[in-house]
T-cell receptor, first 117, second 113 residues
Framework: DAGVTQSPTHLIKTRGQHVTLRCSPISGHKSVSWYQQVLGQGPQFIFQYYEKEERGRGNFPDRFSARQFPNYSSELNVNALLLGDSALYLC????????????????FGPGTRLTVL | GDSVTQMEGPVTLSEEAFLTINCTYTATGYPSLFWYVQYPGEGLQLLLKATKADDKGSNKGFEATYRKETTSFHLEKGSVQVSDSAVYFCALRGNFGNEKLTFGTGTRLTIIP
């Protein structure tokens, strides 16, 4: 099975701009979560979506938003970018795959490296 | 709230040495516990997990036991290899109806031949 995919791989923006990051979960997974990993730190939870509904939200400002589409892919949007938003953004998926037992273990994509100048 | 405290690094060992990376947690209820590994330039990979007290997770020679009495989930390996060089993250998932993972700050491990 293909793993979690994310696009783009790298992105450079300037302060005040807006960015959209994309994630495709493992086929059959219905849950997608987003994390921010600042250099030298552990990932911080931003959002979880399940069946297109928000199931959890971390301690991030309203500049951060997300949505999940009918095919379970997801977008993370960040408005009015700040220098401090520079980070690796990770997407993770979990759920049932065809013929397999449900798993809530999260599988991570390679991430999108966002640099804000 | 939930939190994870990891042994600070970096850690440098010689090949075939014994490895221990300490991890303790604070959480209400009965969290699930995880170790993830991040190789240079890559995303996170699940290394092992344990979902209830006294469970032992194991994979690729690594082991960790869920100790509720000491709120710990220390990672061990009997004989490390150069290929084990990576950053290791301890994480927990609470029981709040979502799949939020709370991570420690990570421990960078370097194995010298």
């Amino acid at each position: 099975d293909a793993g979690v995919t994310q696009s783009p791989t790298h992105l450079i923006k300037t302060r005040g701009q807006h960015v959209t990051l994309r994630c495709s979960p493992i086929s059959g997974h219905k849950s997608v979560s987003w994390y921010q990993q600042v250099l030298g730190q552990g990932p911080q939870f931003i959002f979880q979506y399940y069946e297109k509904e928000e199931r959890g939200r971390g301690n991030f400002p309203d500049r951060f938003s997300a949505r999940q589409f009918p095919n379970y892919s997801s977008e993370l949007n960040v408005n009015a970018l700040l220098l401090g938003d520079s980070a690796l953004y990770l997407c993770a998926s979990s759920g049932r795959t065809s013929g397999r037992k449900y798993t809530d273990t999260q599988y991570f994509g390679p991430g999108t490296r966002l640099t804000v100048l | 709230g939930d939190s994870v405290t990891q042994m600070e690094g970096p850690v440098t060992l010689s090949e075939e040495a014994f490895l221990t990376i300490n991890c303790t947690y604070t959480a209400t209820g009965y969290p699930s516990l995880f170790w993830y590994v991040q190789y240079p330039g890559e995303g996170l990979q699940l290394l092992l997990k344990a979902t209830k007290a006294d469970d032992k997770g194991s994979n690729k020679g690594f082991e960790a036991t869920y100790r509720k009495e000491t709120t710990s989930f220390h990672l061990e390996k009997g004989s490390v290899q150069v290929s084990d060089s990576a950053v290791y993250f301890c994480a927990l998932r609470g029981n709040f109806g979502n799949e939020k993972l709370t991570f420690g700050t990570g421990t960078r491990l370097t194995i010298i031949p």
